[in-house]
């Protein structure tokens, strides 16, 4: 089927991060960018059948909230879990890691494993050994809050593809406070793909003379909406309730059922890269409760983490640092020329060209 309409598309409809002031902004925001992403794909004549499968599922969104706030969260809930049965044996939209197609594709030959890296913030001057970056265990379960793919009690393991992202995630402490660990995955790991931008759905279809299966498209465009639909952040402070995680709670609770072990999502704390950067991938694995364990060995017995390194440290051994070179997967996109410097638009550096990302490659090149 022909998808060069793709070409008209109203891309402001399309950025990653949408910022409101309050939470009562959310959900009339979601509705109207839904409902004018239906009304462009109108104008730009893209396949009347296609413009009703995605307005079918953009109204069961919608209606997720809608019954959310009734407080009919129990219906909300299945209403989730029937979209994600789409989901449930497709291979765009699950996944192992490595074979992910966020990430960039490697020549052949070359391996695929991808990168992740753990970062906290230093409190004392001595470094995180590896067991004290894992999650936050059971034992302490009443410091978990509410995260974007997590709820109170639960924890997640959140990781970053590049030690950037995790400083970005972390509100961009000062060096001498940044820890970070290399951690490799044994691809055993099952994800939902949430890491999807308009960017990459245009390119994939260029690439693809816009001749794309029917159903492979469907499915790639429906993850590019649940992608838009959790990527807002609101900025009123001291709440209790953020009703921009409805969605993305709703949706881990989904995945877990499912036997999933976690969300692949953009970084939502990057405004100006307008369609997500490929160095700003996150992952958030569940944790399981098993066996009575503090830890779970479902996570635990399946990466790799080492000891952490102080950043501030490594840019002081920079002058023997630099001589570290891996292989990372990160090095294989071509998105990464046009990364934004304090969000600003105007100021842009390639990823290979930062500071990050020779630590990245000191990290697992000692790993």
Not at 41 to 68: R, W
């Amino acid at each position: 089927m022909d998808f060069s309409w793709i070409e008209k598309i109203d891309v402001s409809l399309y950025h990653n991060t949408q910022e409101l002031d309050f939470d009562n902004e959310y959900f009339e925001g979601m509705k109207n960018r839904l409902d004018s992403i239906i009304s462009n794909l109108k104008d730009i004549k893209a396949s009347p059948d296609f413009i009703d499968i995605i307005s079918d599922y953009t109204g069961k969104l919608i209606g997720t909230i809608e019954k959310y706030y009734e407080g009919n969260i129990i219906e909300a809930q299945i209403m989730i879990n029937n979209l994600m049965g789409d989901f449930k044996d497709d291979v765009i939209a699950v996944t192992n890691v490595n074979d992910c197609i966020a990430f960039p594709k490697v020549p052949e030959g070359k391996k695929n494993e991808v990168q992740f890296f753990r970062a906290r913030i230093r409190e004392e001057s001595s470094s995180y050994d590896a067991e004290e970056m894992l999650h936050i265990p059971f034992s302490k379960r009443s410091i978990v809050k509410s995260g974007r793919f997590s709820i109170p009690g639960l924890p997640c393991l959140y990781l970053g593809n590049t030690s950037y992202v995790c400083w970005v995630e972390l509100d961009s402490p000062p060096d001498h406070q940044f820890d970070v660990s290399a951690v490799r995955l044994d691809n055993s790991q099952k994800v939902l793909n949430l890491a999807m931008s308009l960017l990459w759905l245009q390119g994939e279809l260029a690439e693809n003379n816009y001749e794309y299966e029917s159903e492979k498209f469907v499915t790639l465009f429906k993850l590019l909406i649940i992608s838009l639909c959790t990527s807002y952040r609101v900025k009123e402070e001291n709440r209790n309730f953020k009703s921009e995680y409805i969605l993305s709670q709703l949706l881990m609770l989904s995945c877990k059922n499912m036997g999933l072990d976690g969300v692949l999502y953009y970084s939502k704390r990057i405004k100006a890269d307008k369609f997500a950067n490929p160095a700003a991938i996150n992952l958030a694995l569940f944790a399981s409760y098993e066996n009575g364990k503090d830890l779970s060995p479902k996570i635990r017995d399946h990466i790799e983490i080492s000891d952490s390194l102080n950043y501030g440290l490594f840019r002081q051994l920079l002058p023997q640092a630099n001589k570290f070179k891996y292989d990372l997967r990160i090095n294989y996109s071509s998105f990464t020329d046009n990364m934004h410097l304090n969000n600003n638009e105007k100021m842009t550096v390639a990823y290979q060209d930062t500071k990050f990302c020779e630590f990245d490659n000191y990290l697992f090149s000692n790993f």
